[in-house]
């Protein structure tokens, strides 16, 4: 994981520590359905962040005999079990909560406590906010949209992050709104609805997440650009008549398996064919670093084309 990465979720960690604590004491003063989702929602996100950083630590252990391509892949794993969290602790709980008290509704006691708290939860969400968008300006490429690079990138931690510190923005003001409508209409069922629409946000965002990572855990290939990269590379070494066919897999974020199927040039010798496979991967590895494991096939182009 990327320093970058680890500083996004650490922010977000305390942050959302904070705000947790913070709800559960508003909680407790006003009663208010829509702090209590809220509540959860932040509880939820501090673990889920203990868990993307639990993820990184496991991703780090050496391949084995179990395991010859290493662990990466745990990254993915644990961001989709933050996926679940997400869905069954924040949103599932904000949907019954709001269910409940919309069933039964009930005033909402002490706003200026409510104001403060969520004004205090919205500064410290600001900053994970900021501090998580600061370090995907780092790594996104010019151009691309935010949507994009939650769709494109191969580093689960950054989405995962932003998209809750998203989500919690709005949940933040769904609740703040949920709170005053209650108390200048003295209808408590605004609070209820607040709690479910938040619930539905939660769920809406944890939906996304899961199936970003279902992608990942299923083996995608490289991005376009490192695929061009690993292509050019190898089709420009002086022995090399055609790159015939290539393939690409994600074994983790940073880590690719690479699978090249090659013409040389029909001249060379047993000896001088292997030392012309070694140079090609050499190549390969100096234009696509993450390409850690590359599989290069001698063959001969049999299409008829040039």
């Not at 290493?70 to 949103?91: D, Q, T």
């Not at 650009?225 to 983790?252: F, M």
Request: aromatic content about 6%; cysteine-free; overall charge neutral.
């Amino acid at each position: 994981m990327h320093e970058g990465s680890k500083k996004a979720i650490f922010a977000a960690f305390l942050a959302n520590l904070g705000i947790a604590i913070a709800k559960v004491i508003g909680f407790a003063f006003t009663r208010s359905s829509g702090m209590l989702a809220e509540a959860a929602h932040s509880l939820a996100d501090t673990g889920n962040q203990a868990l993307l950083l639990f993820g990184s630590r496991r991703a780090r252990r050496k391949a084995d005999r179990n395991n010859p391509f290493g662990y990466g892949r745990e990254r993915y794993f644990w961001s989709f079990i933050v996926a679940l969290v997400l869905f069954s602790m924040g949103g599932l709980f904000a949907l019954y909560e709001g269910i409940q008290k919309l069933a039964h509704p009930h005033e909402t006691h002490r706003l200026g406590v409510a104001i403060a708290i969520l004004g205090i939860a919205v500064a410290l969400e600001s900053y994970s906010l900021m501090t998580a968008m600061k370090e995907v300006r780092h790594v996104k490429p010019a151009g691309m949209s935010l949507w994009g690079f939650i769709r494109h990138t191969r580093s689960p931690e950054l989405p995962v992050v932003v998209l809750e510190d998203i989500g919690a923005e709005i949940g933040l003001v769904l609740a703040l709104a949920g709170v005053l409508l209650s108390h200048f209409t003295h209808n408590p069922r605004w609070d209820s609805i607040a709690s479910v629409l938040i619930g539905v946000l939660l769920t809406v965002i944890a939906l996304i997440l899961a199936t970003e990572m279902k992608s990942s855990l299923m083996g995608e290939t490289a991005t376009d650009e490192s695929e061009e990269r690993i292509r050019s590379a190898a089709a420009a070494h002086p022995l090399v008549r055609k790159v015939i066919h290539l393939k690409t897999q994600h074994i983790g974020p940073d880590e690719l398996i690479v699978g090249l199927k090659v013409e040389f040039d029909h001249s060379l010798t047993m000896s001088q064919l292997a030392e012309a496979i070694d140079a090609v991967e050499v190549v390969v590895r100096a234009a696509e670093p993450t390409a850690v494991t590359i599989y290069l096939e001698p063959d001969i182009d049999r299409s008829g084309n040039d």
